[in-house]
Nanobody, 122 residues
Framework: QVQLVESGGGLVQAGGSLRLSCAVS????????MGWFRQAPGKEREFVAV????????YYADFAKGRFTISRDNAKNTVYLQVKSLKPEDTAVYYC???????????????WGQGTQVTVSS
């Protein structure tokens, strides 16, 4: 009854910017927080950022501070991740996920999107 669909990924040259989107559908959706995670080749999935639907409160991983901005459009049921000054090490599959509260722990997110590939070329 809840579906998360990411979009906006692709091949981007280093130094560029992009905006990822996560469209949320499902009338029974009652999760209060939406997070972004990423998983690079050969690496474990890591937390990037999270936002509260209600008040817009945000929390970022240390590496994400400054270059990453999470936002949401309640009317569109969409969450965004804006990334600036992309680096090759940002290459990863980016996932959006829903949780009952703001958290950086992946195991506490119970709905996940399919992921969107971001590839940054040097």
């Amino acid at each position: 009854q809840v579906q998360l669909v990411e979009s906006g990924g692709g091949l981007v040259q280093a130094g560029g910017s992009l905006r990822l989107s996560c469209a949320v559908s499902g009338r029974t959706f009652r999760r209060s927080a939406m997070g972004w995670f990423r998983q690079a080749p050969g690496k474990e999935r890591e937390f990037v950022a999270v936002i509260s639907w209600s008040d817009g409160s945000t929390y970022y991983a240390d590496f994400a501070k400054g270059r990453f901005t999470i936002s949401r459009d309640n009317a569109k049921n969409t969450v965004y991740l804006q990334v600036k000054s992309l680096k090759p090490e940002d290459t990863a599959v980016y996932y959006c996920a829903a949780a009952r509260s703001i958290t950086a722990v992946a195991g506490l997110y119970d709905y996940w999107g399919q992921g969107t590939q971001v590839t940054v070329s040097s």
